[in-house]
């Protein structure tokens, strides 16, 4: 089992800035992949970023807006949110993939006011 905790979601004027955090715990395997997803009302639930081995890919809507990173020794994944956009409203969730399954964290609300 793994155990993920979103934080710094909020209120914020367009134009501001919001870090969102993922902390991850319980579990014996390592986690390969970390991600966030968010979804507004009436939308279905989308990509934001992800990182893997490496990798990096973010959505073509929020690319060089925000930034995806992870702390290991803290088991935590970020997501800087530069430049919001009223458009960004949405419940943010967190993901983590190890080798044999896939969880999700419990969502975190982000309003961006115009």
């Known amino acids: 089992q793994v155990q993920l905790v979103e934080s710094g979601g909020g209120l914020v004027q367009a134009g501001g800035s919001l870090r969102l955090s993922c902390a991850a715990s319980g579990s014996r395997f390592s986690i390969n992949a970390m991600g966030w997803y968010r979804q507004a009302p009436g939308k279905q639930r989308e990509l934001v970023a992800t990182?893997?081995?490496?990798?990096?890919n973010y959505s073509d809507s929020v690319k060089e807006r925000f930034t995806i990173s992870r702390d290991n020794a803290k088991n935590t994944m970020y997501l800087q949110m530069n430049s919001l956009k009223p458009e960004d409203t949405a419940v943010y969730y967190c993901?983590?993939?190890?080798?044999?399954?896939?969880?999700w964290g419990q969502g975190t609300q982000v309003t961006v006011s115009s």
């Open positions: 990182m893997s081995s490496g990798s990096i």
């Open positions: 993901n983590a993939a190890t080798k044999w399954r896939t969880y």
